[in-house]
């Protein structure tokens, strides 16, 4: 553990001391443990026979062994209403941020001007702020919200005097504070929608009263652990079951001790525990109090405004977009991959060697967007490349009975040529042939397998 540590550590156990349960466990082990050592020297002096006081050592086991268990059962209740209330704490920041951010968003949809388009997100942001700060201070004051001080008002909110006069004097003096700027909000996304700053269609516009419904619900089960306390009768029968046994402890101890002074320790621990556990209890019976000193309900507070200011920040910047054309292919986003550190050690390193890439995208994006190139003429269809003619080839030189079958074949006269000529009808031999061409081929053409040209579609055709 750190300096720093250690010193929020003190900071904690100084404010622990502090508390009322820590006082009262302090007081009645201190009782406990004085009468112990009070009756232990009596006892030693013979001036009292404690030991006919005692009860049985097993009566005395089964009664602490039950008051152990309704300090256990409290204090597991206490705790089960603490996990509520930071729950229903954290959700209340989450609805009111996303109605928030899905009305901003809407706005980019938005055909109206931007002064109208300015004027509803900086209204939304300040009623947001306003009725998360009217929520946590009516669940830490357990009282009616017609009652609630301002002058005791904690919460920051964010340019609540930048509203009208009217309407600020109209929520000072509502009696349902939540539900009066609730219903504002409302009215103020129906009248944007009516003037066109809210342009989107009606079924996606019902997401941002969906999550204001949402917050208002999570708010008045919240109101359950804070205005909702344990019954006054269990409460009074624990109370009755501790101070018995701060009482007869000190007895048990005084006889089974050794010294006075460790009769005064084992009492003054045995009661002080027990009593510091109910007490804490207790003060966790409202865990939105101030005094329970559990939950910071004013970090939530300040934690949703720097969200909404993002909102503003965030509200006129273009949407995100890739540095490349197209994006990237999957292999290359797998190998992509960065810790967010090194990310922002990246980011870090580019902006200050000067890179701008940002404002040359937002550059480009402009001038697109004034001087559109024109769009780019389709290329030409190229021809497919003529059939070529080669040579025929050679006849092969034929032998055994080939050769005399060809010598015996009668000859002819060449009537063009004016010689005579052998005419070699051999029909293992064409002398012309078209290869790589498809099914329906001229006749007379032999399509030949397996001698595709490189270069030459599956349509193209080669005479060879």
Known sequence: MGRLG???????????????????????????????????????????????????????????????????????????????????????SACWFDSASTLFAFCRASDASDKDIHEFQHLIVRLMSLLSAFCLQSLQSSVPQDTLKTSGFRFEILGSTDLDPVTQQMVLESKNKVEFIFQMVQQLVVDAQKSGVLSIPPPIL??????????????????????????????????AILLTEAVFVPFMTAINTKGVLSSFVFSFGATFLIWFMNGVADALDNPFNREARSLDASSVQHELNEHLLQLLRQAASPSVRLVAAQGRLASEIERNRNSIATWARIATVKQISGVTERHELEEARHSELSDPEPPEPPEPAVAPPPLALERPREAPRLRGREARAISRLPSQVDEEGGGLAQVWELPEFRPWRLTGTRHGAPRGLAASSGMMERGVGRTGAQWT
């Open 6 to 92: 250690m010193r929020q550590f003190g900071v904690r156990c100084r404010d622990l001391a502090r508390t009322e349960a820590f006082q009262w466990a302090l007081g009645m082990g201190t009782f406990s443990g004085s009468l112990s050592a009070v009756l232990r020297v009596l006892h030693e002096r013979g001036v009292v026979d404690i030991v006919m006081w005692v009860p049985d050592i097993a009566i005395f086991g089964f009664f602490i062994t039950f008051a152990s268990l309704v300090a256990a059962f409290r204090t597991a209740n206490a705790l089960g209403r603490y996990t509520d209330a930071a729950m229903y704490l954290h959700r209340l």
């Open 206 to 239: 019902t997401r941002s009263y969906q999550e204001l419904g949402s917050g208002l619900v999570a708010f008045h089960e919240a109101k359950k652990l804070a205005c909702v306390p344990i019954p006054f009768a269990y409460v009074l029968i624990t109370g």
